[in-house]
């Protein structure tokens, strides 16, 4: 157990719907990545906050969006999803945001999108 | 840009023997961090070992080391006295620094789908 949280487990929605994933990282950690796992692409970073500011962008389509919470938990917005949005979304933390920093993965949601 | 390179998509092992998992990087930067993550069929991704690119020992983590030679850009994973339980996919990953003087996200190479043969 990473001490990484990921809430729901799975998630099964249609196409053109609106999801929240969402993320509790583990105690004293500041900061917060979302990768998102699909067959086609591999495993890709999408975003990373930090102690509440984002703080860099990988390749996030425009229709995903994502916010810290003063709390340091983090939530993932997928909206007008597509077939092809459907993956393993992981998230993860570190204790800060260098390059040494070791992050650990939380268990990821999986999104089916029909 | 960095890049990953994992030329092995599978392989299968006879367990107790040792395993050695290729992984080359590719990066202009010289301050960067090389991983090794453990994919079971169960879905999540178990940190194994990590290396940074100034250390000058190769990393070891129990049975896991690291074999890094910075000239040739490489990174394999070794794995001594491979146990049934070893049977996983293993990414390779890098991180390195952006010019905010942070670093972002880690990029992962493909994967190499480890099975251990009784």
């Known amino acids: 157990d990473s001490g990484v949280t990921q809430t729901p487990k799975h998630l099964i929605t249609a196409t053109g719907q609106r999801v929240t994933l969402r993320c509790s990282p583990r105690?004293?950690?500041?900061?917060v990545y979302w990768y998102q796992q699909s067959l086609d692409q591999g495993l890709q970073f999408l975003i990373q906050?930090?102690?509440?500011?984002?703080?860099a962008k990988g390749n996030i389509l425009e229709r995903f969006s994502a916010q810290q919470f003063p709390d340091l938990h983090s939530e993932l917005n997928l909206s007008s999803l597509e077939l092809g949005d459907s993956a393993l979304y992981f998230c993860?933390?570190?204790?800060?945001?260098?390059?040494?920093?070791?992050?650990?993965f939380g268990p990821g949601t999986r999104l089916l999108v029909l | 840009a960095q890049k990953i390179t994992q030329t092995q998509p599978g392989m299968f092992v006879q367990e107790k023997e040792a395993v050695t998992l290729d992984c080359t990087y590719d990066?202009?930067?010289?301050?960067?961090?090389l991983f090794w993550y453990k994919q079971p069929s169960s879905g999540e991704m178990i940190f194994l070992i990590y290396q940074g690119s100034y250390d000058q020992q190769n990393a070891t983590e129990g049975r896991y080391s690291l074999n890094f030679q910075k000239a040739r850009k490489s990174a394999n994973l070794v794995i001594s006295a491979s146990q049934l339980g070893d049977s996983a996919m293993y990414f390779c990953a890098m991180r390195g620094p952006y010019s905010g003087g942070g670093a972002d996200g880690l990029t992962f190479g493909k994967g190499t789908h480890l099975i251990i043969q009784p």
């Open positions: 906050y930090y102690n509440g500011e984002e703080r």
């Open positions: 993860a933390s570190s204790v800060a945001a260098t390059t040494l920093e070791t992050q650990y």
């Open positions: 990066t202009s930067d010289p301050s960067y961090g």
């Open positions: 105690s004293g950690d500041l900061s």
